[in-house]
């Protein structure tokens, strides 16, 4: 634990310290994101405990001296702070860290002092020494730009149903559901190992991660989940899971994970789940003096669930976007380079050979392929228009996780193009749009 000499960071000046958080910022801290984050009371409950858990109890990737604040020296008020939350996510297999700032927030009354950059700059340095190639945020419209981030990855996205599939008279469920317990864990692991192999990227949650979801969120903390387990009726065999929240959403019943085994349909076991959400979220709204009614899945833009219950989910939500930051670019790239020469290996250009600078203005890579193999470096271009394909401010992240394909960053971007169709082939051979779907760590 930190004291409190130990945890100070940087004096601010105008009498203001950056600090380290300690366990007994807890309920100070907690009231602070409350205010500052709630939307309405149950939000700002869901904040204050979401706050005081990381400070107080068990995490698998997260320390109280991992929240930044920012003080007022003469009264003890904190006026400013934020975290990072540490995780491993993976590149089609490939692992990497990430840092994750989350809970961003000043005073209004301090707001335009460069309180949140300067802890920014903190935090980027805590990810670097920490080895992690990445940053990754969700938060408001453009603000996070100014801090090195661009809009790269899909975040959010649901489906929403209003009509409850109905068992045939005299039919019984052919699937039961039951809370996960402990010994569920490496079940729930390997089960969202499986589903995560649609995504492009994905987060790593260990058998510690599971655990702390599953037993140490408090009760209002809105990141908690109950984790359902699927299992045949007759005999008892596990077959999914799914996560659905204990609070209603602003018309019904949510769901947030859903996996199934390999070799189980979709179609016969979902509209039981979509029953016991339906059922659960009535229960849900006696005790909250609501109603319930809808069912969402909120799984991003693709989803199996999806397509097994087709027309019943009428309502559709396009996804949000995370916000991701790469200062290495070229270490990046060279750590994936096993998935861009397969991706080669797999394309009209397999076995080519040629050179390509791509510009992402006023940095470059060079990109050397012999016979298939990729070499990548550094390279610095003369001005904006150098090389075989240019892509403006950090709009080469788009391609890079997948978020966009080349040919809508050149309509969306005049200043973005290829010079020629071998470097259109090859960058869309080396960065096609994929989707993804992150349940990133909190």
């Not at 090195?148 to 899909?154: D, I, R």
């Not at 809808?294 to 669930?305: C, I, K, N, Q, Y």
Request: glycine share 8%; net charge negative.
């Amino acid at each position: 634990m930190f004291t409190q000499q130990q945890s100070i960071l940087r004096d601010l000046g105008k009498g203001l310290i950056m600090r380290r958080a300690t366990p007994e910022d807890a309920y100070a801290l907690s009231k602070f994101n409350g205010d500052i984050h709630g939307e309405d009371e149950v939000d700002r409950k869901g904040v204050m405990a979401w706050t005081s858990d990381l400070l107080t109890r068990p995490h698998a990737t997260f320390q109280p001296g991992d929240f930044t604040i920012v003080e007022e020296t003469a009264t003890g008020r904190i006026v400013s702070s934020l975290n990072l939350i540490s995780q491993t996510w993976s590149y089609q297999g490939i692992e990497f860290g990430v840092g994750r700032p989350e809970l961003v927030g000043t005073l209004p009354e301090f707001r335009g002092r460069g309180l949140i950059r300067a802890q920014f700059e903190e935090v980027h340095k805590w990810s670097a020494d920490r080895g992690e190639l990445v940053q990754a945020i969700t938060g408001i419209p453009y603000y996070y730009r100014q801090f090195g981030y661009e809009f790269a990855l899909n975040l959010g996205g649901w489906r929403m149903g209003l009509i409850v599939p109905k068992l045939k008279e005299g039919e019984m469920e052919k699937f039961v559901i039951r809370p996960a317990d402990k010994d569920d864990i490496p079940l729930l692991m390997s089960l969202y190992e499986y589903g995560c192999r649609r995504s492009m990227l994905s987060a790593q949650w260990t058998a510690a991660h599971w655990y702390n979801n599953l037993f140490e969120l408090s009760e209002e903390n809105f990141h908690r989940l109950e984790y359902r387990i699927l299992e045949r009726a007759d005999t008892r065999e596990p077959v999914g899971y799914f996560g659905q929240t204990p609070l209603l959403g602003s018309t019904g019943a949510r769901a947030f994970h859903y996996e199934l085994a390999p070799g189980v349909s979709w179609l016969e076991v979902s509209p039981c789940v979509v029953r016991y959400m339906w059922d659960t979220g009535q229960e849900y709204a006696k005790r909250e003096n609501r109603t319930c009614t809808t069912f969402s899945f909120l799984l991003g833009a693709e989803h199996p669930v999806y397509e097994a219950l087709g027309n019943t989910l009428p309502r559709i939500s396009n996804p949000y976007a995370w916000y991701l930051r790469v200062p290495d670019l070229l270490g990046f790239l060279n750590l994936i380079k096993p998935v861009l020469e397969q991706r080669l290996s797999e394309s009209i250009a397999c076995g080519h050979t040629g050179e390509y600078l791509l510009v992402m203005y006023p940095q470059g890579i060079r990109l050397t392929l012999e016979n298939g193999h990729i070499d990548l470096d550094s390279w610095k271009p003369d001005n904006a228009e150098d090389g075989n394909a240019v892509f403006p401010m950090l709009t080469f992240l788009q391609i890079l996780f997948g978020y966009r394909s080349f040919e809508e960053l050149d309509q969306a971007f005049p200043d973005c193009y290829w010079r020629d169709e071998s470097t259109h082939v090859i960058i869309n051979a080396l960065f096609p749009k994929k989707n993804s779907h992150v349940f990133g760590i909190v």
